[in-house]
């Protein structure tokens, strides 16, 4: 990095006015024979992410101030003001809490319900950072105005020490508090003149509006949700150390008793659930439609002498399995996390002696474990913590391979297969996140793109990175298209499967990119995406599953900013499942 800014430098004209110092600013010496020769009097700086001081701002500002600049030095950018919302959202506080689960049997409706060590748990302290941008009104209620929550002033000295602040908040509609949305701004220049916000959309006009994937929003789950009144104020707690940031609710009555000088804990995961299942994990769980879908396939293969085994992370399904009619249930668990967290469920439940967990690994699962059992229904979502793109969820078919010798002649196997689709695109923005930038601000830094393109030559230009698309708007070019199908009723083959051809452009647009997702045939008739859940409108714009990330493939034309002689009618495809790894390669072409 370091040597790019020198060559940048030099193309520039500036390499006798420019020094560049290759060193953490915590290490950077000044004197006659330091780094500086003597204090600065400007501070220049970048030192932000979507929660302002999650890179370690604090720290280093306070550090610049005691050893590298003068007193009343003038930093760019001047001050950030950290701003907060209350609202309610049943879908954000989704990704957070589990609620409880309706099954319809055939002997009446059961709810599945989390233990009270998870329902009392805060969750994780990390940031929930998204593109709040992306959520409609409708989907969450607004309890309070905007206030300012804190501000820095970067021009004088920091202080990193861990501290709260305090603001007062007159809700403007009664409701759940459960969520605080978060942003910042940060004025360039002493006078404000010169300000970049990342408000979202409904407080500052879209016109004013800025595409940014490096500085997003907040979203902050308070400890337990809490009844607000219209009128009636309360009091929200913003604590902080050098890296992070957590609120607490108070009622106005409150306040004497917790002064904002008074040290709220950092929030921490007690019940491990927080720990098993990310935000979005939670909200996928939570989906009633996808629980319904997995209900009704489980009801047509399930039988009242059925013995089932459940592969899959710390998943309801062998609940469902039980409550369904299933016999004796079985679940394999590989982590000593869902081996805790399952048993808990179970016991919240009354299950403990109904399910019987197994922690090992598909290969080393023996008769004992099964009680000397044959396994007639094999389940799974499929979902494993360790997946980042949607074909690594197919290690359900190598653990159905490995128990083979443990599953009845007849077994039913759900989901009895998988398949890969895949569709063209144009994105409304993502694309930007791989276009080299050429000359900015009128300064030439094709060094810095050639430096990240021979990177992503080295391997990731050939490989597809994982996006929550329901954060990236995009519209299709192509219709959706089924490229490799893999049969779970059968063994993972010893050869790699392939697949060649072509999908026509149907729309006009840039073809960014092809987006890949996984379907799962539960049964012959039912179906659960990964990925497209519908193409809205006939101008292509796409739905996603906003529980899962889909598989992005940026083509090379983004990359090197190629303008295409004549505009593609179709692209061509090859893509490979390397069935040793478990890996898909795959190439694409713009014809």
Not at 173 to 196: F, R
Request: charge should be negative; include cysteine.
């Amino acid at each position: 990095m370091a040597n790019a800014a020198v060559k940048i430098v030099e193309k520039n004209g500036f390499g006798d006015k420019i020094k560049v110092i290759n060193k953490h600013s915590t290490e950077v010496t000044v004197g006659p024979d330091g780094d500086m020769q003597c204090r600065a009097n400007i501070l220049v700086t970048e030192l932000f992410d979507t929660e302002l001081i999650g890179e370690g701002a604090l720290p280093t500002y306070e550090h610049a101030h005691k050893y590298l600049v003068q007193e009343g030095c003038e930093a760019v950018p001047h001050r950030a003001t950290v701003y907060v919302q209350l609202v309610e959202s049943k879908r954000m506080w989704s990704w957070n809490k589990l609620f409880p689960v309706h099954v319809e049997a055939e002997d009446g409706e059961k709810i599945i319900v989390s233990p009270s060590e998870m329902e009392n748990c805060p969750g994780v302290p990390s940031v929930c950072d998204i593109q709040l941008n992306q959520m409609p009104s409708s989907d969450f209620t607004i309890l309070s105005d905007v206030v300012t929550m804190f501000s820095v002033d970067f021009s004088k000295p920091v202080r990193s020490a861990s501290t709260c602040y305090r603001a007062q908040l007159d809700p403007v509609k009664s409701g759940k508090a459960q969520i605080v949305l978060s942003w910042w701004d940060i004025d360039m220049d002493p006078s404000g003149t010169i300000n970049c916000t990342m408000a979202p959309y409904w407080v500052k006009p879209m016109s004013a509006f800025q595409w940014r994937d490096h500085w997003m929003q907040c979203v902050y789950f308070l400890p337990k949700e809490e009844q607000v009144l219209q009128g009636e104020k309360v009091h929200l707690t913003a604590c902080r150390d050098e890296y992070s940031v957590w609120y607490t609710l108070q009622k106005a009555r409150e306040e004497d008793e917790n002064k904002a000088d008074a040290r709220v804990e950092s929030p921490v995961c007690r019940c491990q659930a927080h720990l098993l299942w990310n935000r979005p994990r939670f909200g996928e769980l939570n989906d009633q439609n996808r629980t319904r879908q997995y209900t009704k396939s489980l009801m047509s293969v399930l039988r009242t002498d059925s013995v089932c085994l459940c592969i899959s992370d710390g998943s309801l399904l062998p609940v469902l399995a039980h409550y369904l009619g299933a016999e004796q249930v079985f679940t394999l668990e590989n982590s000593a996390v869902s081996c805790s967290v399952m048993k808990k469920f179970f016991k919240a439940n009354h299950l403990e002696d109904k399910i019987k967990i197994v922690e090992a690994r598909p290969e080393l699962l023996t008769s004992s474990h099964l009680e000397d059992k044959k396994i007639s229904v094999l389940v799974g979502e499929p979902f494993f913590t360790t997946s980042l793109l949607p074909w690594h969820n197919l290690y359900f078919w190598y653990a159905r391979t490995a128990v083979t010798e443990h599953l009845a002649s007849g077994v039913t196997v759900l989901p009895q297969s998988a398949a890969l689709h895949m569709m063209i695109v144009e994105f409304q923005d993502l694309w930007r996140i791989r276009s080299p930038c050429g000359t900015c601000e009128g300064f030439d830094v094709q060094t810095m793109d050639d430096m990240i393109k021979n990177s992503l030559n080295f391997r990731e230009s050939k490989e597809a990175e994982p996006h929550p698309l329901w954060e990236y708007p995009c519209k299709s070019l192509s219709n959706p298209q089924e490229v490799l199908l893999f049969d779970f009723r059968k063994t993972v083959p010893q050869h790699c499967l392939s697949t060649e051809g072509s999908v026509n452009l149907l729309r006009k647009g840039k073809s960014h990119g092809a987006v890949l997702w996984m379907e799962y045939h539960l049964t012959a008739d039912i179906s659960v995406s990964t990925g497209l859940m519908q193409i809205s409108n006939e101008k292509g714009n796409c739905e996603w599953n906003p529980h899962c990330k889909q598989a992005v493939y940026f083509f090379s034309s983004v990359i090197e900013s190629e303008t295409l002689a004549d505009v593609p009618t179709a692209v061509t495809y090859a893509i490979k499942f390397d069935t040793k790894t478990g890996e898909i390669a795959m190439d694409f072409k713009l014809l």
